[in-house]
């Protein structure tokens, strides 16, 4: 099985050193994208049907093809490398084992959308991934990858990196570029999207890390080989994660489309004496889906048939000795502590929903408090909050309130939490 | 008033963040990593070298959540308390914590050694439960690892960390 992302990745932790990269192909994406020119890579990239890794799923050629190209403005390239949705840690094992293939999928767009400066928006806690990406762009500089006129070309590209100093909201790409101008990183409107008016107000592209390095292996290998890579009409592998008490918890690069039953597998199954009762499939936002729900395939459209959404592609799983509205509660404080207080449903209602579930879990709730918490899923839904992050923080809540109900009722009629 | 090394590093983020008030974080952080944490003083400062009001750098300084407005201990340990480490252990770490340095979640210990402070996924899950001392990221933390780390830490970090 072809795991283009994660191949050159050593088990020993140590970073892809440039040589090591050029040597297993490494830059025959950049090479064939100059070759090319800025209007050819955009459509290799649109064929390819690669979509969206950070959770959106939006189709990344035509994302790019927003930018007005020829204005003659300055644009920027961003890579969105803030991982901190819970249950996922996929970027970090990228941009630790292979620094090069994030700064050569930057290089790549950086041509295909003409923009001359790029910013690498990485977490501060993931340290060794800074060093190994402050490494690499040295590396990348020394030999002609990156400055003026690389490879001889008239494509020049400065990379900058930038340490944030922490806070969810800076994954979502509005709040993300007004922290790289120095302020809050509350969310902007849209229109106009950052396509247009991004980063100081010029067209800037913002793209996942994992979206970021499937754009080299377009390049090199061609649109139609990357779609084979799928089992699916959408492009690629696809990291899959999984996460809670399994026997063998970790991250693997599988054909997008993959089950979730087979991602299953790869983690051992449960751990010893548990059975299955749910598991959100991609990260902290993406609504619960039942434990007879492991035959769906993890891609983009089937994930939504089945009424959640791929969103980062890391499950993590409900045993049947946790507490679903503990595990519920742990992921709503996370949300209302990360909320950035920038609109009203969102700073009032997650605060709200957190002890909506506080009362129920420390035993003192009330029925009333089962429907409350309906009625803030439905207030916080899409259209009714400024950006997406109350809506997937409602998301894992509604679909427990559904999927769990008797537990959440338990939890009033006994008094306490009967996981204790 | 900040030190002429605090000076030079700002210089630095300027140039590579492009105009001054797009370094503001990182020079928070320059200044945190010289003092520790951003006093009043040490936000004015920040703010006259920036040419930004005080209320300004205030905004984003209270914003992040590396930025420590109030002092902490030589060490900061950020236990995780996101879901896959909820599941799998959170609460158990955070209860050998407590009993290893008498504090919780927001606390620094009387010798001013250690301040526990909660953290949102630090993309650890398959590993999990995990916690960060300082830079530095602790996977699979039982009770034994908690107290090697800890040592470890105390004498000043020789040799190789602990179980990472």
Sequence with gaps: MATPLTARIRSDGVAVDLASYEASGGYQGLRA?????????????????????????????????????????????VANADEKEPGTMKDRLLMEGDPHSLIEGLAIT??????????????????????????????????????????????????????SAGRYMCGEETGLLNALEGKRATPRSKPPFPQVSGLWGK???????????????????????????????????????????VRNPGVWELPLGTSAREIMERAGGMAEGLSLRGFIPGGASTDFLGGDKLDVKMDFDSV????????????????????????????????????????????????????????????????????????????????????AFAPGAVEPLQSALKLFRSDFEDHVRKGACPWK | MLSASERERIERAIAVAGDRRSA?????????????????????????ALAMSADEVEGVA??????????????????????????????????????????????????????????????????????MVDEELFVGVGSEELDRILKWVRDGRHGDAPHR
């Design chain 1, 33 to 77: 994208a100059l070759a090319m020119g800025s209007a050819g890579v955009r459509e290799a990239v649109t064929q390819a049907k690669l979509r969206g890794r950070g959770g959106a799923g939006f189709n990344t050629g035509l994302k790019w093809s927003f930018v007005p190209i020829e204005d003659g403005a300055q644009h920027y390239v």
């Design chain 1, 110 to 163: 950086a041509l295909a959308i003409k923009a001359s400066v790029g910013f690498i928006f990485l977490r501060r806690e993931y340290s060794k991934c800074a060093l190994a990406l402050e490494r690499a762009l040295g590396e990348a500089r020394a030999k002609g990858y990156l400055g003026e006129a690389i490879l001889g070309s008239d494509f020049s590209l400065e990379i900058h990196l930038h340490l």
């Design chain 1, 203 to 245: 067209p800037t592209i913002v793209n996942n890390v994992e979206t970021l390095v499937n754009v080299p292996v377009i390049l090199r290998d061609g649109s139609e080989a990357f779609k084979a890579l799928s089992l699916t009409g959408d492009g690629g592998t696809k990291l899959y994660g999984v996460s809670g008490r």
């Design chain 1, 304 to 387: 939504a048939q089945a009424g959640s959404r791929l969103g980062t592609g890391t499950m993590v799983v409900l045993d049947d000795r946790t507490c679903p509205v503990g595990m519920v509660l742990s992921l709503e404080r996370f949300f209302a502590r990360e909320s950035c207080g920038w609109c009203t449903p969102c700073r009032e209602g997650l605060p709200w929903v957190v002890r909506c579930l506080e009362a129920l879990e420390s035993g003192s709730g009330e029925m009333g408090d089962i429907e409350t918490l309906e009625e803030l899923s439905r207030r916080l839904s899409p259209g009714s909050t400024f950006c």
């Design chain 2, 24 to 48: 503001v974080s990182e020079v928070l952080m320059v200044v945190q990593e010289a003092r520790g944490w951003v006093s009043d003083q040490s936000l004015a400062d920040v703010a006259e």
């Design chain 2, 62 to 131: 209270t914003f992040f959540e590396l930025v420590f407005r109030r002092s902490v201990g030589k060490h900061v340990i950020l236990v995780c308390d996101s879901v896959s480490c909820w599941i799998t252990g959170y609460e158990a770490l955070l209860g050998q914590l407590r009993s290893r340095l008498g504090i919780g979640p927001g606390e620094t210990t009387a010798d001013g050694m250690f301040t526990i402070l909660p953290a949102g996924c630090l993309g650890a899950c398959d590993k999990a439960p995990a916690m």
